[in-house]
């Protein structure tokens, strides 16, 4: 990255927000991913050691929005969606089309959510907000999570899981676990040198 916080390989002409701290090996492919980057926490996004950021990845960052990525962790066209806080652990894989969100941004009420999207016809953005408590994520070490599923808030996901693609993950996912479907429930077992046993479920 050069002094003035831009990508050498670069194709947007964008810059990397002064609150996102990199490693000296740090791989972002391109400023587009921070398009949607509001967060004005001193450090609103940190990449470990030996982390990468690719095409199609999106920090949408809320003004109180942190997001930690640990070392050697891979991000591919994911979408980060953070108003509180998300971490994301070493050596975690994350694949295109994930939508990892720690907040609704709009209320469950019918009335309150009408309101907040007349209030977004008129402000310059039409951006619909609303005072929505975000739940944190994390995502422990060496986790997999498959394309095109979404994390809600308030998951933790324990070390060396995999979430299945396509699943909606809305509870705390086991260590050494697989989950898939929607809702993403735990499928099989794993230890630290891969898979032991399937789940019965006729028990």
Same mark, same amino acid.
């Given at each position: 990255?050069?002094?003035?916080?831009? !990508?050498?390989?670069?194709w947007?002409?964008?810059?990397?927000?002064?609150?996102?701290?990199?490693?000296?090996?740090?791989?972002?492919?391109?400023?587009?991913?921070?398009? =949607?980057?509001?967060?004005?926490?001193?450090?609103?996004?940190?990449?470990?050691?030996?982390?990468?950021?690719?095409?199609?990845?999106?920090?949408?960052?809320?003004? &109180?929005?942190?997001? $930690?990525?640990? $070392?050697?962790? =891979?991000?591919?066209?994911?979408?980060?969606?953070?108003?509180?806080?998300?971490?994301?652990?070493?050596?975690?894989?994350?694949?295109?089309?994930?939508?990892?969100?720690?907040?609704?941004?709009?209320?469950?009420?019918?009335?309150?959510?009408?309101?907040?999207?007349e209030?977004?016809? &008129?402000?310059?953005?039409r951006?619909?907000?609303a005072d929505?408590?975000?739940?944190?994520?994390?995502?422990?070490?060496?986790?997999?999570?498959?394309?095109?599923?979404?994390?809600?808030?308030?998951?933790?996901?324990?070390?060396?899981?995999?979430?299945?693609?396509?699943?909606?993950?809305?509870?705390?996912?086991?260590?050494?676990?697989?989950?898939?479907?929607?809702?993403?429930?735990?499928?099989? &077992? !794993?230890?630290?040198?891969?898979?032991t046993?399937?789940?019965? &479920?006729?028990?």
């Open positions: 990255m050069s002094s003035a916080r831009t !990508l050498p390989w670069d947007y002409p964008g810059t990397i927000p002064d609150n996102v701290v990199l490693a000296d090996d740090t791989y972002i492919e391109t400023s587009l991913s921070f398009e =949607l980057c509001r967060s004005q926490a001193p450090v609103g996004l940190r990449l470990g050691r030996g982390s990468a950021v690719y095409k199609d990845t999106m920090f949408d960052l809320g003004v &109180h929005g942190r997001v $930690e990525v640990g $070392e050697y962790a =891979l991000i591919h066209g994911a979408r980060i969606v953070c108003d509180a806080e998300l971490k994301i652990g070493n050596y975690t894989l994350i694949s295109w089309q994930v939508v990892l969100m720690d907040t609704y941004r709009l209320p469950f009420d019918l009335i309150e959510r009408r309101q907040a999207l209030r977004a016809a &008129h402000t310059p953005t951006s619909p907000s929505i408590p975000a739940q944190p994520i994390w995502i422990q070490d060496n986790v997999w999570i498959g394309f095109d599923a979404c994390i809600l808030p308030g998951v933790t996901i324990g070390e060396g899981a995999i979430v299945g693609a396509r699943s909606v993950v809305t509870q705390d996912v086991p260590p050494y676990t697989v989950v898939a479907g929607n809702p993403a429930r735990v499928v099989r &077992h !794993l230890d630290a040198g891969g898979i046993r399937g789940i019965d &479920h006729e028990k």
